[in-house]
């Protein structure tokens, strides 16, 4: 019987381990939860940067659009008042500039 009440103290946690387990718990999460607010604060800027350059972009796309539309409406008005050979040049010139950009790059 004294062996069996020895094992049962030996292997019962007393109130001082249970402290220092929970207060090395507890610094542990904290660590854990500093660096999750360091993090969420972090994808924060990110998303904010991002949004941002977004903005930009779109920008830069709407006066993009703005001037294709108005070169469009150029050649349309070329095309109507008769002006095949400027469009005859155009296609050549397109074409002439593709056959540049092909030679260059086969010969590279």
């Known amino acids: ?19 220092e387990e929970n207060s090395s718990l507890e ?7 500093k660096a999750l607010k360091h993090l969420t604060i972090d994808i924060g800027t990110e998303v904010r940067t991002h949004n941002k350059l977004l903005s930009e972009m779109d920008n830069d796309f709407e006066s993009s659009t703005g001037l294709l539309e108005s070169s469009i409406a150029r050649v349309k008005a070329i095309a109507r008042t008769g002006g095949w050979r400027f469009i005859l040049y155009l296609v050549l010139f397109s074409l002439f500039v593709f056959f540049v950009c092909y030679v260059i790059l086969k010969f590279r």
């Not at 069996?4 to 946690?13: K, L, V």
Request: aromatic share 0%.
């Open 27 to 33: 610094s542990s999460l904290s660590n854990k939860v």
């Open 1 to 19: 019987m004294r062996r069996a009440h020895i094992g049962e103290t030996q292997m019962q946690p007393t109130n001082e381990m249970l402290e």
